[in-house]
């Protein structure tokens, strides 16, 4: 139901209707006006909680993206040491291995 549709509930004296009593279908209708509201209020707290969310993934992301870039770094590191170790192990050995 619309806000209008419930105000106009309200506004309005109740009428007789046959077999139904007014009060009882009003009185439903404030009720579940209500937990709609109560709906909207939760929704929105979960919209903000999804933003923050959101937030913490994007900087868990950069931190993963900069780890990355760090292992890179360090592999290529200890590739070029292994490198100048087995050039400066084959000169040995080339001059004082025989």
Known sequence: ??????????????????????????????????EIKHLHSDVEDMKKDIEEIKKSLSDIHKVLSEAKGGWKTLMWAAGAGSAVTAFIIMIQQIFWGK
Do not use: C, L
């Open 1 to 34: 139901m619309e806000k209008e549709d419930i105000q106009r509930i309200f506004d309005n004296k109740p009428k007789k209707r046959r077999g139904r009593k007014p009060v009882e279908i009003e009185s439903k209708v404030a009720v579940q006006g209500n």
